[in-house]
């Protein structure tokens, strides 16, 4: 309404029908949690439909077209939400289908090279058109590379101790100082890594890379409890970063406009320049629901949407966006924390990373902390592809969380019915004593 009245001066009739449909649509996944997953972290929906709330409103404040495909977006996104909730009964049957969740994911990376089918559009081929429906299969071949990655290094690369929870290294082999894993379980992760990236490159889409690189280094991570991964890993992205930076002359624009966009303001530096000059017109405060010009920055309803954020409802309401995400993936790492098996600990941290990376990479280079790449605000830029895979992604990590949860009672309640059992067979004995 807010939005509405900054944009003119008056609240359009249809206003409230529309937006009761998209506020309908995340009670549904409210119930629907209550009922398929009663046991998980009660902070993770309410924290995506807040994000997803304020990218609608910012969204609809853009352009009432784009709203109206949103919210056909959400709900689709619900849809596939609640259907994964019902599908997915435990989370660790995924965990069968590993090299399934492999070839669908190097699949959806393929899919935009296909002459027929993928397409170019705003310098990357990540796109695929079928029929009226366009898509990027990138959003969803996350998800099933995150499943494949837990799922390896849970059978190859971990064990469990007696320790709840804990997780050690497979056995490995050594070259002088460094310690690497058995080769013959090294070699398929690495490849299926390998193919994710070069993927990426050919289609010219340096977030996804970027996210990919990082998903894969984490879980390795984790799953071995080895420094040296980070270390090795590190070094390798710095020495692909400069064979990129030589090697592509995409990167090197990038990268200059970057270090130096006042001196293309009229061209390629345009966007990012005008994205700085709309968080300064923000302020502290910013200016006010439907009282900015967002629409002064090119696309600002997908790339640069936390300009319009900040721009509208300043430091204050930036801040409050950022403060989001740190919950939701504070909810994700908790819930990868509480998890007590090897498959759902990787798999969490892993779900979580991508949110993570996602918004760190762009709400990053909105703000030039880091170069800018093509990946979407995860719940708040526009985007189906983007929405309905990031509701699917939370569906996962709300069944890891009740899971957990059902899990962990289960074993307090038996744990308390053997030490009243004991107790009660105590009392026998001595009742039985006292009365001989």
Same mark, same amino acid.
């Given at each position: 309404?807010?939005?509405?009245?900054?944009?003119?001066? $008056?609240?359009?009739? %249809?206003?409230?029908p529309?937006?009761?449909?998209?506020?309908a649509?995340?009670?549904?996944?409210?119930?629907?949690?209550?009922?398929?997953a009663?046991?998980?972290?009660s902070?993770?929906?309410?924290?995506?439909?807040?994000?997803?709330g304020i990218?609608?409103?910012?969204?609809?404040?853009?352009?009432?077209?784009?709203?109206?495909?949103?919210?056909?977006? /959400?709900?689709?996104?619900?849809?596939?939400?609640?259907?994964?909730?019902?599908?997915?009964?435990?989370v660790?049957d995924?965990?069968?289908?590993r090299?399934?969740?492999?070839?669908?994911?190097?699949?959806?990376?393929?899919?935009?090279?296909?002459?027929?089918?993928?397409? /170019?559009s705003?310098?990357?081929?990540?796109w695929?058109?079928l029929?009226?429906?366009n898509?990027?299969?990138?959003e969803?071949?996350?998800i099933?590379?995150?499943?494949?990655?837990?799922?390896?290094?849970?059978?190859?690369?971990?064990t469990?101790?007696?320790?709840? %929870?804990?997780?050690?290294?497979?056995?490995?082999?050594?070259?002088?100082?460094?310690?690497?894993?058995?080769?013959?379980?090294?070699?398929?992760?690495m490849?299926?890594?390998?193919?994710?990236?070069?993927?990426?490159?050919?289609?010219?889409?340096?977030?996804?890379s970027?996210?990919?690189?990082t998903?894969?280094?984490?879980?390795?991570w984790?799953?071995?409890?080895?420094?040296?991964?980070?270390?090795?890993?590190?070094?390798?992205?710095?020495? %692909?970063?400069?064979?990129?930076?030589?090697?592509?002359?995409?990167?090197?624009?990038?990268? $200059?406009?970057?270090?130096?966009?006042?001196?293309?303001?009229?061209?390629?530096?345009?966007?990012?320049?005008?994205?700085?000059?709309?968080?300064?017109?923000?302020?502290?405060?910013?200016? %006010?629901?439907g009282?900015?010009d967002?629409?002064?920055?090119?696309?600002?309803?997908?790339?640069?949407?936390?300009a319009?954020?900040?721009?509208?409802?300043?430091?204050?309401?930036?801040?409050?966006?950022?403060?989001?995400?740190?919950?939701?993936?504070?909810g994700?790492?908790?819930?990868?924390l509480?998890?007590?098996?090897?498959?759902?600990?990787?798999?969490?941290?892993?779900?979580?990373?991508?949110i993570?990376?996602q918004a760190?990479?762009?709400?990053?280079?909105?703000?030039?902390?880091?170069?800018?790449?093509?990946?979407?605000?995860?719940?708040?830029?526009?985007g189906?592809?983007?929405?309905?895979?990031?509701?699917?992604?939370?569906?996962?990590?709300?069944?890891?969380?009740?899971?957990t949860s059902?899990?962990?009672?289960?074993?307090?309640?038996?744990?308390?019915?053997?030490?009243?059992?004991?107790?009660?067979?105590?009392r026998?004995?001595a009742?039985?004593?006292?009365?001989?």
């Open positions: 309404m807010l939005a509405s009245l900054g944009k003119n001066a $008056s609240i359009p009739a %249809g206003l409230g529309f937006l009761g449909f998209v506020v649509l995340l009670v549904v996944a409210h119930v629907a949690v209550r009922f398929l009663r046991g998980a972290d902070l993770l929906l309410p924290l995506a439909a807040l994000l997803h990218g609608f409103v910012m969204i609809s404040r853009l352009s009432d077209r784009l709203a109206r495909l949103q919210a056909t977006w /959400t709900l689709v996104a619900i849809a596939a939400f609640v259907v994964t909730l019902l599908v997915v009964e435990r660790g995924l965990r069968r289908y090299y399934t969740t492999l070839a669908v994911g190097v699949g959806l990376l393929l899919l935009p090279l296909v002459p027929s089918l993928g397409f /170019t705003g310098g990357a081929r990540i695929v058109n029929g009226p429906i898509f990027q299969p990138g969803f071949a996350k099933s590379l995150a499943v494949f990655f837990a799922a390896y290094l849970a059978e190859y690369f971990t469990k101790t007696k320790e709840e %929870g804990t997780l050690i290294g497979a056995e490995p082999w050594r070259i002088g100082k460094l310690v690497l894993p058995e080769a013959q379980h090294f070699v398929p992760v490849l299926a890594w390998g193919a994710s990236v070069v993927v990426m490159v050919f289609e010219k889409d340096l977030g996804s970027l996210l990919f690189f998903l894969f280094l984490v879980l390795l984790i799953a071995t409890e080895r420094t040296s991964y980070l270390l090795m890993g590190f070094g390798l992205f710095a020495v %692909g970063a400069v064979v990129a930076y030589n090697a592509f002359s995409h990167v090197q624009t990038r990268v $200059s406009i970057w270090l130096d966009p006042w001196s293309q303001y009229e061209s390629r530096g345009y966007q990012p320049i005008q994205a700085l000059f709309s968080l300064a017109e923000g302020g502290l405060t910013g200016t %006010g629901l009282l900015g967002p629409a002064a920055v090119p696309a600002a309803h997908n790339d640069f949407i936390f319009a954020i900040g721009e509208e409802l300043g430091l204050l309401g930036s801040v409050a966006v950022l403060s989001a995400y740190v919950l939701l993936i504070g994700g790492l908790r819930t990868a509480r998890a007590d098996r090897a498959f759902d600990k990787l798999l969490a941290t892993g779900l979580t990373t991508i993570g990376v760190f990479i762009i709400i990053g280079g909105v703000v030039r902390v880091v170069p800018l790449t093509g990946v979407t605000l995860p719940f708040v830029s526009y189906g592809s983007s929405l309905v895979a990031n509701y699917v992604l939370l569906a996962l990590l709300l069944r890891i969380s009740d899971t059902r899990r962990l009672h289960e074993t307090t309640d038996t744990a308390s019915v053997s030490e009243r059992i004991e107790a009660w067979r105590a026998r004995i009742t039985k004593a006292a009365a001989k």
